[in-house]
């Protein structure tokens, strides 16, 4: 169960940096660059992961 909770924060963690560095890429760069389409692809990606992990951890009774 802990085990769990920690895959889960550590994911949340990694979509709060994903976003901040989007964020960067989006004032820092000249729009040439796809830095920001990337940065937002991986939040994406990780929101999804986060969900998954979170629908099957409370399917199986690990979290409650």
């Not at 909770?5 to 729009?31: E, P, Q, T, W």
């Amino acid at each position: 169960m802990l085990l769990v909770k920690l895959i889960i924060v550590i994911l949340l963690l990694a979509i709060i940096v994903s976003l901040f560095s989007g964020l960067f890429f989006l004032v820092k760069d000249d729009g040439s660059k796809k830095r920001t389409v990337n940065a937002l692809t991986w939040r994406i990606g990780l929101s999804i992961v986060a969900i998954l992990v979170i629908i099957i951890a409370g399917a199986t009774g690990v979290l409650k």
